[in-house]
């Protein structure tokens, strides 16, 4: 049966392909989706599923109940765009000036709707129920993922699953990690109020760029002196932005930039000793200092048991594709919010193909995708679902009662 489901999802790819063009065309930035939502509404309503609208903001749930009682599954798709001018040359380069899909969310809707469409015409052996995630905003904190969480899209779930397309591995590969794979994402902006003067005259001011200076070097000591070396940690500052002429000693100083981690003990130092250092370089400089952090995405952690599944799924029902354990990335994602609250796991699909064009790196103005990924990304999804709600439930009734 899980073939039939295959098959039927690759005799829908012209479909998908249509779908993903047409998003691709009409991109909408976070918190700004209008159009894309009404899309995935309609299409899922089209094919008779249960759907609610405005969840958390702008998600959409669809859910397909099964002819018999089981598990419910859920399985995320992100829409929104990226504020990137798409430089592509191609006939279904983004319309909207500035606006691009830079990082595959529109084939991940794509997807996920065409698997919708192969379980909406299989109900009847599903012995459970599917839950679809369309998720509005997750390229920009604090995430439609949360807001979603909190309007109840995850009631009754058993398990969650999401999957994102990678523009670094090739088309046909799925990537999986264990425990943490992706990381979290904080950011801070650092105010540096010093006094100002003339360029001759430094034992008059209270020179805000040399303080600056001194923060961004001991910044670097955090991790490199702080943080257990068998744990990780990334701190960059991004920007240093200061005074006006060569000749005038500035007042103030601005800094920004972004700390990623794991474990939450480290995030939660990373936070306080940056704090520490500032309050006490400028203290000791005579400046005065304001200091933002704002605590992004936490650590996706995928759990043992649901990766142990995927694992031994792909290695049964896709013997085609290549399974590749990747290491932990300093990369974040807000479907980290949907583990929190339930089982399951967030894997990658490989979306690369040279002959294609299909090389840059995601957030890239020529940004593209080998368009057949998204039958590998779909028949992951269906894989699963079948093992939950069709294969596990055979088995159970297999069983001789004691």
């Keep these: 049966m899980l073939i039939d489901w295959h098959s039927q999802l690759e005799e829908a790819y012209g479909q998908i392909v ?11 930035l976070s918190f700004q989706e209008v159009e894309t939502p009404k899309m995935i509404a309609e299409i899922l309503k089209g094919y008779g599923i249960e759907v609610r609208t405005n ?3 702008r998600g959409v749930v669809g859910t397909i109940r099964g002819g018999k009682p089981g598990k419910t599954v859920a399985l995320r798709a992100d829409f929104d765009a990226l504020p990137i001018q798409d430089e592509k040359e191609v006939p279904y380069k983004s319309k909207v000036p500035g606006v691009m899909h830079a990082c595959g969310h529109d084939g991940h809707t794509a997807t996920l709707l065409a ?7 299989n109900r009847s052996e ?12 997750e390229e920009l904190s604090p995430g439609g993922a949360i807001a979603m969480i909190e309007d109840g899209c995850l009631d009754g779930v058993d ?16 990537l999986y990690r264990k425990g943490f794979a992706m990381a979290a994402a904080d950011a801070f902006e650092i105010k540096i109020l010093g006094k100002g003067g003339h360029g001759a005259s430094p034992h008059e001011t209270v020179d805000a760029v040399a303080i600056g200076s001194q923060i961004v070097n001991q910044l670097q000591y955090i991790v490199s002196r702080q943080i257990d070396p068998q744990k990780s940690a990334v701190l960059s500052v991004g920007s240093f932005h200061a005074g006006n002429a060569n000749n005038v000693i500035a007042d103030t100083a601005t800094l920004t930039g972004t700390v990623r981690s794991f474990d939450e003990t480290v995030r939660e130092h990373m936070e306080s000793e940056i704090k520490n250092i500032v309050k006490g370089i400028c203290s000791a400089l005579h400046a005065e200092c304001e200091i933002m952090y ?6 996706v952690y995928n759990h043992e048991e649901e990766t142990e599944v995927f694992k031994t799924i792909m290695e049964a029902c896709h013997s085609e594709s290549t399974l590749v354990e990747m290491p932990a990335i300093m990369g974040s994602e807000d479907f ?17 193909n040279e002959e294609l ?3 840059a790196p995601h957030h890239h103005p020529k940004f593209d995708i080998d368009e057949k990924a998204m039958v590998y990304a779909g028949k992951a999804f269906l894989s699963l679902v079948y093992h939950y709600i069709v294969e596990k439930v055979e088995e159970n009734a297999a069983q001789p009662s004691i």
Aim: charged share 15%; proline share 5%.
């Design 18 to 28: 249509e779908w993903r063009r047409h998003l691709h065309q009409n991109p909408e």
């Design 115 to 121: 698997v919708a469409k192969v379980l909406s015409e």
């Design 159 to 174: 398990v969650v699953f999401g999957t994102h397309l990678s523009s670094g591995s090739p088309t046909g590969t799925y």
């Design 126 to 137: 599903l012995a459970g129920n599917v839950v679809f995630l369309h998720q509005h905003a």
């Design 55 to 57: 969840v958390g903001g």
């Design 294 to 299: 704002k605590k992004g995405y936490p650590a």
């Design 357 to 359: 064009g299909a090389i």
């Design 336 to 352: 980290s919010y949907y583990l929190r609250e339930r089982p399951g796991m967030f894997f990658f699909t490989g979306s690369r």
